[in-house]
């Protein structure tokens, strides 16, 4: 939606609302992008004093968007999500009857 509309016309700032890093692949054919993540119940009034000038947004942001999906070339290995259930790379022990008390999880030891 973003490209259609940045290629109907030359003047186009788009409002993102978003949690965190997106991926922008229309970047290049907006004039601005205005980044403001989980705003409160304010933030009409805020983005509003943004674009007519009001206030200067001269933050910086806190993370690095990315260009392209996988930019930094992360593999598997090291973002492993979920272990394989049939060989778990971690183990917590949850119960009170462990052998030793003093190890459990429940009263602050190690598992």
Same mark, same amino acid.
């Given at each position: 939606?973003?490209?259609?509309?940045?290629? *109907?016309?030359?003047? /186009?700032?788009?409002?993102?609302?978003? &949690?965190? $890093?997106? #991926?922008?692949?229309?970047?290049?054919?907006? !004039?601005?992008?205005?980044?403001?993540?989980?705003?409160?119940?304010?933030?009409?009034? *805020?983005?509003?004093? /943004?674009?007519?000038?009001?206030?200067? &947004?001269? $933050?910086? #942001?806190?993370?690095?968007?990315?260009?392209? !999906?996988?930019?930094?070339?992360?593999?598997?290995?090291?973002?492993?999500?979920?272990?394989?259930?049939?060989?778990?790379?971690?183990?917590?022990?949850?119960?009170?009857?462990?052998?030793?008390?003093?190890?459990?999880?429940?009263?602050?030891?190690?598992?």
């Amino acid at each position: 939606m973003v490209e259609a509309v940045a290629a *109907a016309s030359s003047k /186009v700032v788009v409002v993102a609302s978003v &949690p965190g $890093a997106v #991926l922008m692949p229309w970047s290049t054919s907006v !004039e601005a992008i205005l980044t403001n993540f989980m705003p409160g119940q304010q933030a009409g009034n *805020a983005i509003a004093d /943004v674009l007519f000038g009001k206030v200067n &947004p001269s $933050a910086r #942001l806190p993370l690095t968007f990315p260009n392209k !999906e996988n930019e930094t070339a992360l593999a598997p290995s090291q973002w492993p999500g979920l272990p394989d259930p049939s060989n778990p790379t971690y183990c917590l022990l949850y119960t009170s009857d462990a052998a030793d008390e003093e190890d459990s999880v429940e009263t602050g030891g190690r598992p």
